[in-house]
């Protein structure tokens, strides 16, 4: 029986929690730890698109997604000096049609948490060491060590596991030119349900608000070949994104201003994780981990929950055979993961234009965008396990 088969799972985003409640429904004994000291909240809004809507109704958390959704009314583009130049009412400024949602990165963590209260999770929890043979001895930062029949790392695009388990040469981080950056702010602007972005000169600013009337969004994208010392460095990170729009104009200087007293700071560089298999021994990589498509396409969580998805029912099917499982898992899910990846790059390419957007430019861009998600978001037929 699968009940037999003692799983760790780490990272307690959207793809470790996704994982840990289909494996429990298939009667596996997952355990899922985290190595910050509590569930992050805020952070992006996240679309949930495609298949991946059918997943969450599956999973009966759709209809408390669409209750805790974002409810942005009007969207629009600026100019540096604030002049409107396009206007969006409704969902299509975010590209979303249909059931599609979005949702707050914090709140969607929050409902699949729900899902496994009986899952056991620890969190301020890393790991130091994994060695595998018959089973997989990990040993954790607290210096206990541990046995368990599979390791499933959902632990991010920094994935410690895939740095422990996967060699240099099985795996490739492919930069896309770009950095992204984003936090929370006072809402100074006193918007209401409403988001502004102005882009140019290879770069993008936005600001967002939507529940809170106090609290807003601030976001910025840009092109970039300037290579940080240190990526994880958060001093050096604010510096770089003051230098990149010091003279951007319109409420850049604020903004900036602003983040200086965020809790919430987020900076990386916009890159996607390429790998001919997220799986190695009794190790298997899933969500960012493993198949990062990048923060631009929009797909990252959709990724995710398809992956969960599937690694587990593949799990649940090759019964006591994780050989068989994690084969199956890597051909189903390649097709779709390439799809979305181009998709990614494609995206990438598309925003940060070199002059003024201009509202021709930009509605065109939204219809293309509109009509290539449709396709890429249902890029796969998903299997049946039950």
Not at 129 to 155: C, S, W
Request: some cysteine.
């Amino acid at each position: 029986m699968p009940s037999s088969k003692r799983i760790l799972v780490v990272g307690a985003g959207i793809a470790g929690p996704a994982v840990c409640y289909w494996l429990k429904r298939y009667g596996f004994r997952p355990t899922l730890i985290e190595k910050f000291h509590h569930i992050r909240k805020g952070g992006q809004a996240l679309d949930i698109r495609g298949v991946a809507c059918g997943l969450l109704k599956r999973m009966g958390i759709y209809e408390r997604v669409c209750e805790m959704r974002t409810r942005i009314e009007c969207g629009r583009y600026v100019d540096a000096h604030g002049h409107v130049l396009y206007e969006e009412q409704g969902e299509k400024f975010g590209f979303r049609q249909g059931e599609e949602v979005e949702i707050v990165r914090g709140d969607l963590i929050e409902i699949l948490m729900s899902t496994i209260e009986d899952v056991p999770c620890y969190f301020n929890q890393s790991i130091n060491n994994i060695r595998q043979n018959d089973d997989v001895e990990v040993q954790f930062k607290d210096g206990k060590t541990e046995h368990y029949d599979l390791v499933i790392g959902a632990d991010g695009i920094h994935s410690a596991i895939r740095r422990m388990v996967f060699d240099n040469n099985e795996y490739q981080l492919v930069n896309l030119g770009s950095y992204i950056s984003v936090f929370s702010m006072p809402n100074y602007l006193d918007l209401r349900h409403t988001e502004i972005v102005c882009e140019a000169k290879l770069k993008m600013a936005s600001i967002t608000s939507d529940e809170d009337p106090r609290k807003a969004q601030a976001a910025f994208m840009f092109r970039s070949s300037r290579v940080l010392n240190n990526i994880r460095d958060e001093s050096e990170q604010k510096q770089f994104l003051r230098d990149a729009f010091h003279d951007f104009g319109w409420e850049t200087k604020k903004m900036l201003e602003l983040m200086s007293c965020s809790e919430d700071f987020y900076f990386d560089s916009v890159t996607q994780i390429m790998m001919k298999s997220w799986t190695k021994g009794r190790v298997a990589l899933l969500g960012d981990a493993g198949f990062c498509a990048s923060p631009l396409s929009g797909q990252g969580n959709n990724l995710a929950l398809v992956g969960a998805y599937i690694l587990a029912g593949e799990l649940k099917t090759a019964k006591e055979d994780h050989t068989r499982a994690f084969r199956h898992y890597n051909e189903l899910l390649h097709p779709f993961v390439t799809t979305n990846q181009k998709f990614g790059q494609w995206v990438s390419e598309s925003f940060l234009v070199p002059d003024e957007v201009s509202k021709n430019v930009a509605e065109a861009r939204m219809n293309e965008i509109l009509q290539k998600m449709q396709a890429v978001t249902n890029a796969i037929t998903l299997p049946e396990y039950e």
